[in-house]
Nanobody
């Protein structure tokens, strides 16, 4: 059983930066496909970025070039560094994990990622006022 806890969400002005963290317990993240998702009010949850067991990263078109997903295995922590944030980035951000490498079975606007993750955090709120 893996337990994920996100933190770092805040209100940040457009153009600013923020770093989200997701600390895992119960197992080593190095063996897991990891991802960040987000859900804005009234919208469906969407994938933001993934990082595979080999460190390969993938991004949604809307955040490519602005967000960076990373993990520090020694800290058992996943990060999402958000730069040049926009009001449309406002959402509840979740981290997710699934054992073994990513099996990218779902694609949206050119971003492919697994359609199932076994473990989810509780979310952290990011607000970018317009």
């Amino acid at each position: 059983q893996v337990h994920l806890v996100e933190s770092g969400g805040d209100s940040v002005q457009a153009g600013g930066s923020l770093r989200l963290s997701c600390v895992a317990s119960g197992d080593r993240l190095s063996s897991y496909c990891m991802a960040w998702f987000r859900q804005a009010p009234g919208k469906e949850r969407e994938g933001v970025a993934t990082i595979d067991t080999d460190g390969k990263t993938r991004y949604a078109h809307s955040v490519k070039g602005r967000f960076t997903i990373s993990k520090v295995n020694a800290e058992n922590t996943l990060y999402l560094t958000m730069n040049l944030v926009k009001p449309e980035d406002t959402a509840l951000y979740y981290c997710a994990a699934d054992f073994s490498s990513c099996v990218n079975t779902y694609c949206s606007d050119g971003f492919c990622y697994p359609n199932y993750f076994s473990y989810w955090g509780q979310g952290t709120q990011v607000t970018v006022p317009s």
